[in-house]
C-alpha cells in the first residue's frame, strides 16, 4: 500500500511538471471515454435494461398474418377466440393498434389521447394499478365506453394527483365516463395514451372479422416455450379458418418477444454508432500509447539511474503504469461531466421514435462501465510504453541515453500505431459518408406534396352531437368554410390520416369483374379526405378529376387512386372507370374517377404503395387532420384556427398546430441522428489520428536532427530532405488508408441495411474518404519536413 502511495505521489507530481501533456492526454481520453460513456447510457436504459414489466421474458407481440404481410393486426372477433381457446397463455390482452383524440371537457376543454385495452391489459403486463382496478370483462360488454383508466402523466398533471379521484365523472367527447383507475407509470412503449378505455365489444365495429385494428400481447404460462404456444395458436387459426372460410382461410397469428418487437428495430443504429465510439477510443489508445512511447524515450536516463539505486523492473514497470491509469482516470472523470452534457444534447436532437428516452440518464451501472473503461484504457496505452521499457533493458538504455535516437522496437511501434489510427479513422469517415449520402438522397426524395407554407392539427368529433354522418360533414363544411375566409389562407383541407406522420390504414377490396377465393383479396393504403385536401396538399392530378362537392353521401360511391394504384391493379389499362368493393364500405361499389400522384406515406424511403381517397361525406372517420396553405408565414394563423374552431363548437379543439415541414422532419430524425453522431465520431477520429501522425513526424524530425545534418553537409538539398521526410509520413499514410479500404468494405456491409440508394461498396464515397485524408496527411508530414528541410548542417552537427 506504501509503494501504491508513492506511486501516486510520483505520478501526480510528473503531471503536474508537464502541464501540456497532461491537458493533451487528458482531454484526448475525455473525448474517447465520453462518447463511449454516452453511448453505453443509452444503450444500456434502451437495450440492456429490462422492459420496465413483471417477468418481460415472458411476454409475446402477437401479429396477423396472411399472404400480403406478416405484420397485420387482429380484428377484435378473432382476438376473442384467441383469448378463450388458447391453452399456453397466462394472459392474452388487446390494446388499440394507435392513439385516438378525443376531447376533455373543462375548465379549458384540451384534447387528449386515447386507446383501447381489453380486461386484464394492465394484468398482462404485470402492472397493477397505483389507484383503482384494471378493466375487467363487465367493462368490455358495452357499446361505448363508460369507464376509463388515467395514465400517471394526465392523473397528475390535470387532477393535481388527487387520491380521491377514483370513482370521479370525466367528460371525453361529451360523454360522461367513470374513472376506475390510475396507473403507477406512463406506458410509452406502447403508445403515448393519456387516457386508456374498454374494448366496446357490443359496438358494430367489433364485430367484423376483416376489421383488423387491434394489437395483441400475451403472457406465456411458466415453463412454456415459444415453440409450444406458437403450435397452439396455429391449432387455433387452423379452426378459425374451417368455421369462417371466406375471413380466415390463410391467416394465423405469429409470435415474436415483446423486447424484439419495441427495441428491435433501434438496436443495430446504436449498436453501429457504439462501435463506431469505440474505435474513436482505440484512436485516442493509439495517441497516447505513442506519446507514452516518446515521453519514455526523454526518460531513459532518469530509469537507468533508478535502476542503479536499486529498482526493479517489475516497479519500474508499475510505475509507469500507475502514470497512465491517472491519466485515464482524470480523462474518465471528465469524460463522465462531458457524457452527462450529452445527454442533455440528446433529449433535444435524439429522434422521437427512440423508445425510453424518458429513460436515459446516468445511473450506477453507466458509472461502473466508465470507470471500468477507463482503468482498461489506461492499462491499454500504458502497456506500450511499460513492455517497450522493460523490453529494452537498463544496460541497453545506458548504452543510448546518450544518443537522441529512438530505439528501432520503439521506431517501429510507433509506426505500427500510427497506421491503425489511420486505418481506423479511414472506416469511420467512410461510414460516415455512406449514411450523409444517404441521408442527402432520402431528404431530397420527392414526398409527392409540398410541405413549404402549410400548418396541420388533429381534431376528433365523436360526442353525442355529432352521432350521425350528415352532422360531421355539416361541421366540417362549416369549419373550412370559416378558415378559407381567414386574412392569409390559400387552401383548406382535411385527411384521416397524415403523411409520413405514423399513422395509416389500408382496405382490402374486390375489383369487380375479377373472381375471388375464399378469404382472397386485393388491400391498398385507405384516406377519407375533404375536396381541398389536393389543392391545400399540392398533389398533382395526373387524369381524371379530384374528389368535389359532387362526391356527396346520397350520391354514387366514387374512389380516386394514385398512380401506383393504377400500375399494380390495372397495368395497361385506363383505372379510371373501374369499379371497386371495399369491404367494410357503406357504399356498395366505387368507382374510379381520378388518378393523383403518389405520395409517401409511411416514409421516405419506403416504395409506394398503392393509396385510394375516398370523399369525406360518403364515409366520415371520428378524427380528421385539417390541412392550412397559406400565403405567407402560416406561423400567424395558429391562433386563428384554435378561435376558428371554438367559434364553432365551444366544446370541440384542435391539438397543437404544427407546420407540416416538422412532420416530414421527424419522419426522417432516425437517419439524421445516426448520421450525425457518426460524422461526429469520424471528425474527431481524423483530427486524432492526424495530430498523432503530426506529433510523430515532428518527434522523428527532432530525432534525426543530427542525421539531417549529415546529410545536408555532405550536398543534399533541401528539397531532397523535405522528400525523404514527407516520402517517410506518406508511407505510414497511405498504409494506413488501404488497410482502411479493406476494413471499410465489411463495415459497409453493415450499414447496409440503413443506406438508401447507397451500395456499401459506393465508389465515390470510398474515393472522397481516402483521398481526403491522404491530402489532409500530406499537409501533417509537410510542417515537419519544412521545417527539417531548414536545418543549418553546422548547428545540426554542433547539436550532436
Known amino acids: 500500500m506504501c509503494g501504491l502511495t508513492q506511486d501516486l505521489r510520483y505520478a501526480f507530481r510528473l503531471l503536474r511538471k508537464s502541464p501540456g501533456f497532461t491537458a493533451i492526454a487528458v482531454l484526448t481520453l475525455a473525448l474517447g471515454i465520453g462518447a463511449n460513456t454516452a453511448i453505453f447510457t443509452v444503450i444500456e436504459s434502451v437495450v440492456l435494461r429490462p422492459l420496465p414489466f413483471a417477468n418481460p421474458d415472458r411476454l409475446v407481440w402477437l401479429n396477423g398474418q396472411f399472404q400480403q404481410s406478416d405484420e397485420a393486426a387482429v380484428s377484435p372477433p ?31 376543454p384540451e384534447q387528449v389521447l386515447t386507446s383501447l385495452a381489453s380486461s386484464g391489459a394492465f394484468a398482462t403486463l404485470g402492472i397493477q394499478p397505483l389507484l383503482g382496478r384494471d378493466f375487467m370483462a363487465t367493462d368490455e360488454q358495452v357499446n361505448l365506453p363508460q369507464v376509463a383508466i388515467l395514465s400517471n402523466g394526465i392523473w397528475k398533471r390535470d387532477f393535481a394527483g388527487n387520491q380521491d379521484v377514483v370513482g370521479r365523472n370525466i367528460r371525453l367527447d361529451s360523454q360522461n365516463l367513470t374513472v376506475i383507475g390510475v396507473l403507477p407509470r406512463d406506458l410509452p412503449l406502447l403508445n403515448e395514451a393519456q387516457i386508456w378505455l374498454p374494448t366496446p365489444l357490443l359496438n358494430p365495429g367489433m364485430n367484423i372479422r376483416l376489421a383488423h385494428f387491434l394489437k395483441a400481447i400475451g403472457r406465456l404460462k411458466p415453463g412454456v416455450t415459444p415453440e409450444q404456444s406458437q403450435a397452439d395458436l396455429n391449432a387455433i387459426a387452423a379452426q378459425l379458418a374451417k368455421q369462417y372460410p371466406d375471413t380466415n382461410e390463410g391467416w394465423s397469428l405469429r409470435q415474436r418477444s415483446l423486447a424484439e418487437v419495441l427495441i428491435g428495430p433501434v438496436r443495430p443504429a446504436l449498436l453501429m454508432i457504439w462501435a463506431a465510439a469505440g474505435f474513436l477510443l482505440l484512436i485516442a489508445c493509439a495517441n497516447l500509447a505513442n506519446l507514452f512511447l516518446t515521453r519514455s524515450l526523454s526518460r531513459r536516463k532518469e530509469y537507468v539511474v533508478r535502476a542503479a539505486l536499486g529498482a526493479t523492473g517489475a516497479r519500474i514497470f508499475r510505475q509507469t503504469l500507475t502514470e497512465s491509469l491517472v491519466l485515464a482516470s482524470l480523462g474518465g472523470a471528465l469524460g463522465v461531466l462531458a457524457a452527462n452534457w450529452g445527454m442533455s444534447l440528446l433529449h433535444v436532437i ?26 482498461i484504457t489506461g492499462t491499454v496505452f500504458g502497456l506500450f510504453p511499460a513492455l517497450a521499457i522493460s523490453r529494452d533493458g537498463f544496460n541497453q538504455g545506458l548504452r543510448e541515453s546518450a544518443r537522441t535516437s529512438a530505439p528501432v522496437a520503439h521506431r517501429k511501434l510507433r509506426a505500427a500505431l500510427i497506421v491503425g489510427e489511420i486505418a481506423v479513422a479511414v472506416v469511420l469517415l467512410v461510414g460516415a459518408g455512406l449514411l450523409i449520402k444517404s441521408f442527402w438522397l432520402l431528404i431530397h426524395v420527392n414526398p409527392g406534396f409540398q410541405a413549404e407554407h402549410v400548418l396541420t392539427a388533429r381534431l376528433s368529433l365523436n360526442g353525442p352531437t355529432y352521432r350521425d354522418d350528415a352532422s360531421k360533414a355539416r361541421f366540417w363544411q362549416e369549419l373550412t368554410d370559416r378558415i378559407t ?64 362537392q359532387r362526391d356527396r353521401a346520397s350520391g354514387p360511391g366514387t374512389v380516386v387512386v394514385d398512380q401506383a394504384f393504377a400500375k399494380r391493379f390495372f397495368p ?17 361499389i366505387r368507382q ?37 396553405r397559406a400565403t405567407a408565414n402560416p406561423g400567424t394563423l395558429a391562433a386563428a384556427l384554435y378561435e376558428t374552431v371554438q367559434a364553432a363548437d365551444k366544446d370541440e379543439t384542435l391539438s397543437p398546430v404544427q407546420p407540416l415541414d416538422d412532420v416530414v422532419d421527424a419522419s426522417v430524425s432516425q437517419p439524421r441522428f445516426s448520421s450525425l453522431l457518426l460524422t461526429l465520431f469520424a471528425t474527431l477520429a481524423m483530427v486524432l489520428s492526424i495530430v498523432g501522425l503530426y506529433g510523430a513526424m515532428a518527434y522523428s524530425v527532432t530525432q534525426r536532427t543530427n542525421e539531417i545534418g549529415i546529410r545536408m553537409a555532405l550536398g543534399a538539398r533541401q528539397h531532397d530532405v523535405l522528400k525523404m521526410i514527407i516520402a517517410q509520413g506518406m508511407k505510414l499514410s497511405l498504409a494506413g488508408v488501404l488497410i482502411g479500404v479493406g476494413s471499410s468494405l465489411i463495415f459497409g456491409r453493415v450499414l447496409a441495411h440503413m443506406l438508401y440508394r447507397v451500395k456499401p461498396s459506393d465508389g465515390a464515397t470510398f474515393a472522397l474518404a481516402s483521398v481526403g485524408l491522404a491530402v489532409v496527411a500530406l499537409v501533417a508530414n509537410y510542417i515537419p519536413a519544412r521545417r527539417a528541410a531548414k536545418v543549418d548542417p553546422m548547428v545540426a552537427l554542433r547539436y550532436e
Open 350 to 375: 435524439g429522434p422521437a421514435s427512440l423508445p425510453r428516452s424518458q429513460d436515459i440518464h446516468l445511473n450506477w451501472t453507466v458509472l461502473v462501465f466508465a470507470i471500468g473503461i477507463s482503468l
Open 572 to 588: 395497361g389499362e385506363n383505372a379510371i372507370g373501374k369499379r371497386l368493393q371495399l369491404m367494410g364500405d357503406p357504399q356498395p
Open 485 to 548: 375566409n381567414l386574412p392569409g389562407v390559400e387552401a383548406v383541407g382535411a385527411v384521416s390520416e397524415l403523411p409520413l406522420s405514423g399513422e395509416g390504414g389500408d382496405n382490402p377490396f374486390h375489383i369487380s369483374g375479377r373472381s375471388y377465393g375464399p378469404s382472397e383479396f386485393d388491400d391498398a393504403f385507405f384516406r377519407q379526405v375533404m375536396p381541398g385536401y389536393r389543392e391545400a396538399m399540392g398533389i398533382p392530378l395526373i387524369s381524371g378529376r379530384w374528389l368535389d
Open 78 to 108: 378473432d382476438f376473442l377466440d384467441y383469448r378463450k381457446n388458447n391453452r399456453t397463455f397466462e394472459h392474452l390482452a388487446a390494446y388499440g393498434y394507435r392513439t385516438n383524440p378525443a376531447n376533455l371537457s373543462g375548465e379549458k
Open 592 to 628: 374510379i374517377v381520378g388518378i393523383v400522384g403518389n405520395v409517401s406515406h409511411t416514409s421516405l424511403s419506403d416504395p409506394q404503395w398503392p393509396e385510394m381517397y375516398i370523399a369525406y361525406a360518403q364515409y366520415p372517420p371520428p378524427t380528421m387532420n385539417l390541412i392550412v
